[in-house]
């Protein structure tokens, strides 16, 4: 689970490295389908020691007292480019819609999930004090992942990442 931002004008990618995903698609029935992903907080890295440490203070992340972001999506559409999860995400306690564009393609008997999403930092919190402004972290984060499912096995035509799969990166 990648993200990028930009810090003093210049674009970074970081990463959290532990994160759990229970994901049921079927592209023929978006209504029984279902995205729950937890990202332990704490796991950021961005290969910078100082930024990590500041992402996880209360400025930011504020891991002591929020170890934990969660994206729950229950609707999805189709749209030209693939599709979309109209999903809710927790983060620092705050909870907002974010949408999730993404893609889906059969491989053998598995499939992968390829997508994105744009969110504002400062709309969850992230960025408190003198962070709060633009001028050296910008608001926007795009948010990138790639996830290999396998065959549900109670539904046919379904994929999974059940149970809940501890993933790094």
Partial sequence: LRFRATQAGAD???RFARFSASIVFDER???GSRFDVEVAAASVETQDADRDTALKDAD???VGKYPQARFVATKFRRVASGFVADGQ??????????????TFTRAGTGATLKGTALLRRLDFGVGQGEWRSTDSVGNEV??????????????TGSFAARPP????G
């Fill in 60 to 62: 930011f992340f504020h």
């Fill in 89 to 102: 995400l927790t983060l620092r306690g705050v909870t907002r819609p974010v949408p999730v564009s993404f």
């Fill in 165 to 168: 799969v501890a993933t790094r």
């Fill in 12 to 14: 970074f990618e970081g």
């Fill in 142 to 155: 795009k948010v990138l992942f790639t996830l290999r499912l396998s065959p549900a096995p109670a539904k």
């Fill in 29 to 31: 029935d978006l209504a």
